[in-house]
């Protein structure tokens, strides 16, 4: 059984920083590109960016391009994503999903972790 187990959010101010994990289990995690997507209130679900299996291809949204750094350390089965320079814009849910960006939105993905972006 797939799991996808991420966390690392909170609320933060603009213009700090988090970095959210997910850890992988039921799958072999190397084979997999991996990406992240996240759904703001209200909206509908959003690609952020994506990662090759190996971690050496990285791909990201025009609107984080330059602020999120996505990485994966596959000897611990963890997807990463380091948030930086952040803003109300930011705030979500994000979620890590099994699948590279073509079908990151449909793909198996955990519970979520809550990202609040606040003054």
């Known amino acids: 059984e797939v799991q996808l187990v991420e966390s690392g959010g909170g609320l933060v101010q603009p213009g700090r920083s988090l970095k959210l994990s997910c850890v992988a289990s039921?799958?072999?995690?190397?084979?997999?590109?991996m990406s992240w997507v996240r759904q703001a209130p209200g909206k509908g679900l959003e690609w952020v960016s994506s990662?090759?299996?190996?971690?050496?291809?990285?791909w990201y949204a025009d609107s984080v391009k330059g602020r999120l750094t996505i990485s994966r350390d596959n000897a611990k089965n963890t997807l990463y994503l380091q948030l930086n320079s952040l803003k109300s814009e930011d705030t979500a849910m994000y979620y890590c999903?099994?699948?590279?960006?073509?079908?990151?939105?449909?793909?198996?993905r955990g519970q979520g972790t809550q990202v609040t972006v606040s003054s």
């Open positions: 990662i090759d299996r190996f971690g050496g291809r990285t």
């Open positions: 039921g799958f072999t995690f190397g084979l997999y590109s």
């Open positions: 999903a099994k699948s590279g960006l073509s079908y990151a939105l449909t793909a198996d």
